[in-house]
């Protein structure tokens, strides 16, 4: 049986899935298409695509695991104009990310789910190294 502080837990979780989904299509669409100044930059775009991808198997093994049932739901996202609002859009996806995945790390401490916690923490310092790799991006292409 989940209680309901795991099954609030849970959720979060799906959500965090959902946004793993979407950042993952989001890269891979910039990819695609950015041009202009950061062009030589899309291989790591798709790298970060792929590694979301990761980030959201992940996340169904640990909500399947606890009890959940992995949802495929994929957040809304924005399409950008140009190479630099697509980036830009990316970093603040990354913002977003390591903001929630700090707050659900605490929720999971709280509730002693050390090994959500080990994992939450892998994907957070991906998601930091995205946010610094996009900073540099932007950096340069100015």
Do not use: C
Not at 22 to 30: D, V
Not at 85 to 112: F, N
Request: hydrophobic share 45%; proline share 1%; no cysteine.
């Amino acid at each position: 049986m989940v209680t309901d502080e795991k099954q609030n837990l849970l959720n979060m979780l799906e959500t965090d899935l959902a946004f793993e989904y979407a950042s993952a299509l989001q890269y891979f669409q910039h990819a695609a298409v950015i041009g202009g100044l950061y062009f030589a930059f899309a291989a790591d775009l798709l790298t970060h695509g792929d590694e979301e991808i990761g980030h959201a198997k992940k996340l169904n093994d640990l909500i399947a695991f606890h009890g959940g049932i992995p949802l495929v739901e994929v957040a809304s996202r924005f399409m950008a104009s140009n190479p630099t609002s697509m980036l830009k859009q990316d970093y603040e996806g990354e913002l977003d990310a390591i903001v929630r995945y700090k707050a659900h790390i605490d929720t999971a401490l709280a509730l002693g789910e050390t090994g959500i916690v080990s994992v939450l923490l892998d994907i957070l310092a991906d998601e930091e190294h995205h946010a610094g790799d996009l900073r540099t991006i932007l950096a340069e292409g100015v």
